[in-house]
């Protein structure tokens, strides 16, 4: 990931603003990994030309939304938003496999958004972020090792750059089971011959539509993948789902 230097703010009077978006546009890209520690006050202050209170501001909405933690006598730490808590799917011997089905519905929904904004909106930086995601993605296929973080990191950069921060913020709210379904859908996929590079190739053709600008066919790429992963967990998902049945008047509710 290249290292990109931070640079005053070109209006100091939206101070926190600009750097909270500065700051957390060079976390969602990987500048500042997980568990990184970031510059102090004093030299935040210093590469924005501000004063400490307003880089502590900034830095204090960060850590109200989750991306980072101070540590006492430390310093201030990028978290690990694998393991924040957020909405979570309880992974384990006993799945709740009506939540897993529903977690993958919102997703469609979700996501789908995510990618049309991203393909109309993306910069070369979202674009550098989630390259470096498919990459990683395609050598853990080829290794076969675990490519949840960054399978994960890979939808996150899409959400990022939709360059809509509530879009981002929905999409962080349903980080954990995020992570829990993907884990689940890539475990699934490794004990089955040719589903990991399957499961590769939507990948591809999601990043491509969003590289291109193809608002149409990003959605499209969504809906291909995320319809296929529930369908290689033997879920259904959408207008097959069984329906309640709806009730004749008021007095049935």
Same mark, same amino acid.
Request: aromatic fraction near 4%; charge should be positive.
């Given at each position: ?99 897993? =089905?529903?977690?993958?519905? /919102? +997703?469609? $929904?979700? *996501?789908?958004?995510?990618?049309? &904004? ?98 149409? =066919?990003?959605?499209?790429? /969504? +809906?291909? $993948?995320? *319809?296929?992963?529930?369908?290689? &967990? ?20």
């Amino acid at each position: 990931m290249p290292d990109f230097e931070l640079v005053a703010v070109s209006k100091p009077n939206r101070f926190p603003d600009e750097i909270t978006a500065v700051l957390l546009k060079r976390i969602d890209a990987g500048i500042y990994q997980p568990g990184s520690k970031l510059p102090s006050t004093r030299e935040l202050a210093d590469l924005f030309h501000v004063s400490p209170p307003i880089v502590r501001e900034a830095l204090s909405r960060l850590k109200y939304d989750g991306y980072i933690e101070p540590r006492q006598g430390s310093g201030v730490y990028v978290k690990d938003r694998l393991s924040s808590p957020s909405l979570r799917l309880d992974v384990g011997m006993d799945v709740d496999h009506t939540l897993l =089905a529903d977690t993958y519905e /919102v +997703r469609l $929904h979700v *996501e789908q958004s995510c990618a049309e &904004l991203a393909a109309l909106r993306r910069s070369t930086l979202d674009l550098i972020s989630m390259r470096g995601e498919l990459e990683q993605m395609a050598l853990a296929v080829r290794n076969r090792t675990d490519g949840t973080a960054a399978d994960v990191r890979f939808h996150l950069a899409i959400a990022s750059a939709t360059h809509n921060i509530a879009m981002l913020k929905l999409v962080k709210f349903l980080h954990g089971s995020l992570a829990d379904s993907v884990k689940m859908a890539r475990a699934n996929s490794d004990r089955v011959p040719g589903h990991p590079e399957k499961a590769q190739q939507e990948h591809e053709a999601l990043f491509k539509a969003i590289e291109v600008g193809d608002p149409k =066919a990003a959605r499209q790429a /969504v +809906r291909t $993948h995320l *319809e296929g992963a529930p369908k290689r &967990l033997g879920l259904r998902i959408g207008p097959a789902k069984e329906k309640a049945p709806i009730p004749k008047t008021s007095r049935d509710i």
